[in-house]
């Protein structure tokens, strides 16, 4: 049973728009979530997270968006450049119980020229 | 500068045949994680150390065994490689079990 659930597979974008990513969960008990980025041959990197007592987090073109009541979160990447196709991964963990991180299936993101 | 090694990058191996893939870190974190990938899948969590306390995930078979001789070294060893074995091992630190993890570039396992 999936409790990380990313539903796009995969997302084309055009140089200079906005991405958006999307996460959906199903464990009322996570309170902190993460976004890693991860290009082929490579190993996941962090990109940025956000906890549960916040519904928005930016760093730099990174925006990341909570909506508890929906269990549901979103990255926005704008404006979005070709360094930013990669598979994006969703995580989530329960740190008041010390849990560890759960991954989503992630979601391939390419940027057109 | 690397924080997370992963040695080698590809290995092959024979069907049966055991298999040592290592991980070394720079970081002095007190957590080691390994995880196996497998295309268009999550990563999924095989054990970890706290320190020198083994964790094994309920459903990781017996076939994957893990040694952590000291803080900077964690191995994890595949006693007797299936093809359904192969995949993208990742190897990932962090400070606690609670902070962000820190992830090495993957040792890719083909078997043959």
């Known amino acids: 049973d999936q409790q990380v659930k990313q539903n796009s597979p995969s997302l084309s974008v055009q140089e200079g728009r906005i991405s958006i990513l999307n996460c959906d969960y199903t464990?009322?008990?996570?309170?902190?979530f993460l976004w890693y980025k991860k290009y082929p041959a490579e190993g996941p990197t962090f990109l940025i997270s956000i906890s549960s007592i916040k519904d928005k987090n930016e760093d730099g073109r990174f925006t990341v968006f909570l909506n508890k009541s929906a269990k549901h979160l979103s990255l926005h990447i704008v404006p979005s450049q070709p360094g930013d196709s990669a598979v994006y991964f969703c995580a989530a963990s329960a740190l008041n119980r010390d849990d560890k991180i759960i991954f989503g299936k992630g979601t391939r993101l390419h940027i057109l020229p | 500068d690397a924080m997370v090694i992963q040695n080698p990058r590809y290995q092959v191996t024979q069907f049966g045949k055991p298999v040592t893939l290592s991980c070394s870190q720079t970081l002095n974190h007190n957590v080691m994680y390994w995880y196996q990938q497998k295309s268009s899948q999550a990563p999924k969590l095989l054990f970890h150390?706290?320190?020198?306390?083994?964790?094994n995930e309920a459903d990781t078979p017996d076939n994957f065994q893990s040694r952590r001789p000291n803080t900077s070294f964690c191995f994890l060893d595949i006693r007797s490689p299936g093809l359904g074995d192969a995949a993208m091992y990742l190897c990932a630190t962090s400070r606690d079990l609670i902070n962000t993890q820190y992830f090495g570039p993957g040792t890719r396992l083909t078997v043959l």
């Open positions: 464990n009322s008990m996570f309170d902190y």
């Open positions: 150390y706290y320190d020198k306390d083994f964790n």
